[in-house]
């Protein structure tokens, strides 16, 4: 007769008397690959709808003016800078997303991939619209349609949920890095 043990066989054993070696955290992507897709999914419906409701349509106050919704097909990039780039844009939007998944493998604290997948997530939600938007691909304008404190960028440039993410998801990193807390899932400074 086979005799099964049902102890934790998760611990790792020890020999003579020491502590047993801490486990890594465990990997992260599938946190990072949610996290993408919710985004972009939310990026690809609000441009949908903003598309289809906005068109031709003067700036929509909200919020008692504190945002204005309003469609504008962006060429360039953030602050519509490089506006003659749009090709270039897209190959490094290309890059960063290609770099990104890569990368996700190795990821094993919540906070990288939460932010990491934000920032993935904005990076396709604009490659999308350069590849598969008019003029054409490589070359597609970005819809933006976010404006905030006065209509037509007057206060601030007009942005979409891509960009968002891509702030947020950026910020983030940069406070998980400034606290010490590493993609691997370790704290800087702990012993």
């Known amino acids: 007769m086979v005799r099964v043990s049902t102890e934790n066989r998760s611990q790792p054993e020890t020999t003579s008397g020491e502590e047993p070696a801490p486990q890594a955290p465990k990997r992260r992507v599938g946190l990072l ?12 419906l609000t441009k949908v709808l903003v598309v289809s409701n906005l068109e031709g349509r003067e700036p929509v106050r909200i919020l008692g003016g504190l945002v204005y919704l309003q469609l504008v097909r962006n060429p360039g990039a953030a602050f519509s800078m490089a506006t003659g780039m749009t090709w270039v844009l897209a ?18 604290s919540a906070g990288w991939a939460v932010g990491l997948g934000l920032v993935l997530a904005g990076a396709l939600g604009n490659l999308i619209d350069r590849l598969f938007r008019a003029p054409g691909p490589l070359r597609g304008h970005v819809v933006d349609f976010i404006s905030v404190f006065a209509p037509n960028a007057e206060a601030f440039p007009v942005f979409n949920v891509a960009d968002s993410c891509i ?19 370790t704290v800087r400074g702990r012993k």
């Not at 690959?33 to 690809?44: N, T």
């Not at 190959?91 to 094993?108: C, D, E, K, P, S």
């Not at 702030?167 to 899932?185: E, F, K, N, Q, T």
């Open 33 to 44: 690959a949610a996290v993408a897709l919710a985004a972009v999914a939310l990026d690809i």
């Open 91 to 108: 190959l490094v939007a290309i890059a960063v997303v290609g770099t990104l998944i890569w990368f996700a493998g190795r990821l094993r």
């Open 167 to 185: 702030c947020v998801g950026g910020a983030l990193i940069v406070l998980l890095s400034v606290l010490g807390r590493d993609y691997d899932g």
